[in-house]
């Protein structure tokens, strides 16, 4: 089945710099790879996704990059908030399977403000 | 809003008991999944089901038991619990429809403590 790595488990940042955060998977059949985010007490959301025809996908302050041939994929967030602070779970899914997503085991991220 | 609900928020048991946990959803989604989420481990899938009368087991099924009661209720249950399903417990549904089908859309959550 799919493993799917995900590093640092923490990051710890000042307000305004940038956060990356690396996941790398196993089976090259997977092709869509969405990125969930947790604040403290609540519950998971997408916040970015990107499919495997794409390389890279921005939405304002966080983008997502795609390299496929290495199985990697990253979430970057510039000009970091306070609101940003919580925890990033990135996951890969293989459409026109059963389209069950595989986790990382997530990265806390905290902006020092 | 359409939603997807859990119950109860926070649980309290001993070990041996019986625990359910109950997710409700008015999203209208017909796949449903059950997740457990441990510092340092990330979200792990217990069981899914893509309708009322399909059940699968998912990454770490043992100890767990699921109902799918109808296509807007699916429950998870603990047939004697021990200390180490403490955990903190996801419901998720998402539509196969939807843009590709592949969004998990989350419950809020139930935090079990196994005495």
């Known amino acids: 089945g799919e493993n799917v790595e995900q590093h640092p488990s923490t990051l710890s940042v000042q307000e305004g710099d940038s956060a990356v955060i690396k996941c790398t998977y196993s089976?090259?059949?997977?092709?869509?790879f969405p990125w969930y985010k947790q604040e403290l007490g609540k519950r998971p959301q997408l916040i970015i996704d990107?499919?495997?025809?794409?390389g890279e996908k921005k939405d304002q302050r966080i983008a997502v990059t795609l390299n496929k041939t290495a199985k990697h994929f990253s979430l970057h967030i510039t000009e970091t908030q306070p609101e940003d602070s919580a925890v990033y779970f990135c996951?890969?899914?293989?459409?026109?399977?059963?389209?069950?997503?595989?986790f990382g085991r997530g990265t806390s991220l905290i902006v020092h403000p | 809003d359409a939603d997807v609900t859990q119950t109860p928020r926070n649980r309290i048991t001993k070990t041996g008991k019986r625990i359910m946990l109950e997710c409700s959803q008015t999203?209208?989604?017909?796949?449903m999944y059950w997740y457990r989420q441990d510092p340092g481990l990330g979200l792990r899938l217990i069981y899914y089901?893509?309708?009322?009368?399909?059940?699968n087991k998912g990454e770490i099924s043992d100890g767990y038991s699921v109902s799918r009661q109808a296509q807007a209720k699916f429950s998870l249950s603990l047939e004697s619990a021990i200390p180490n399903q403490t955990a903190l417990y996801f419901c998720?549904?998402?539509?196969?429809?939807?843009?590709?089908?592949?969004?998990?859309?989350f419950g809020p959550g139930t935090r079990l403590t196994v005495l």
């Open positions: 998720a549904t998402s539509d196969p429809s939807l843009g590709g089908g592949h969004e998990q859309f």
């Open positions: 089976d090259s059949a997977s092709n869509y």
């Open positions: 990107i499919r495997s025809n794409v």
């Open positions: 996951a890969a899914t293989m459409s026109g399977g059963s389209y069950i997503p595989t």
């Open positions: 999203k209208g989604h017909d796949r």
């Open positions: 089901s893509f309708d009322v009368k399909d059940i």
